[in-house]
């Protein structure tokens, strides 16, 4: 339908590519981690706003074009090493090959900036203007405890992250992270306790779209046909 990977592919590599990165960060064991920098993976998760409502509104072979004008959107902002699927219903997650974590809230920006630039187009005059959540955690989630959380958990973080960012009030990006007291505990870390924002181990980095855009789902426009446009 959206022309990028499904769910299945993503599944199908991510053993393989979250164990290249496990391996990298054995062989630095006792090393110097901060060598690591462009060596993670970050899982972008990526929600459109208020979809329900073109369903609703126009059908539901609207929604499917504004799921196609997404996934094109967003491919326009993902580097040739990434990977882009969508995972499920109006969700497209990201993964970042060879990233460090640090820049991520600045792409987080300009998928959001992106997407709110101007309406989409869905045919028979129907022009909707749609902002995007988005939630986003790294792998390894902690590099002092590399270990303590596997790559499926990363993606169950950014997808906590992307329903927080929704509660926050939406048009907005979420990271959850490890503080440097996550390093020193890797017995403390698991998944639910991160997944709650628990200090001393997580902290959640907000971004913002530029443009403040709010919208919600009666910000759509029905134009009447101009048959004279070529």
Not at 119 to 140: C, E, I, N, Q, R
Not at 184 to 203: F, H, M, T
Request: hydrophobic share 40%.
């Amino acid at each position: 339908l959206t022309g990028v990977w499904n769910r299945r592919y993503m599944e199908e590599i991510l053993t393989a590519e979250a164990g290249q990165v496990l391996r990298n960060y054995q062989r630095a064991r006792g090393g110097d981690i901060r060598k690591m920098d462009h060596r993670d993976l970050v899982f972008i998760m990526v929600d459109v706003d208020f979809f329900k409502s073109v369903n609703d509104r126009h059908g539901h072979p609207a929604g499917d074009r504004l799921l196609q004008l997404v996934a094109q959107r967003l491919s326009t902002v993902v580097r040739k090493s990434d990977v882009l699927v969508r995972w499920g219903g109006e969700e497209f997650l990201i993964m970042s090959r060879s990233t460090d974590p640090s820049g991520t809230p600045a792409f987080c920006s300009r998928v959001l900036e992106v997407m709110a630039s101007e309406p989409f187009d869905l045919g028979h005059g129907v022009m909707v203007t749609k902002t995007v959540s988005v939630g986003w955690a790294a792998y390894p989630w902690s590099r002092g405890s590399f270990e303590a959380i596997c790559a499926e958990e990363s993606i169950a973080l950014a997808d906590a992250a992307l329903y927080r960012a929704k509660a926050l009030g939406r048009n907005q990006g979420v990271g959850i992270v490890a503080t440097d007291a996550a390093g020193k505990n890797p017995e403390a870390i698991n998944l639910p306790s991160v997944q709650e924002d628990n200090p001393p181990l997580a902290r959640t980095i907000r971004t913002e779209c530029s443009t403040n855009t709010t919208l919600g789902a009666s910000h759509e426009t029905t134009e009447p046909i101009d048959k004279t446009r070529a």
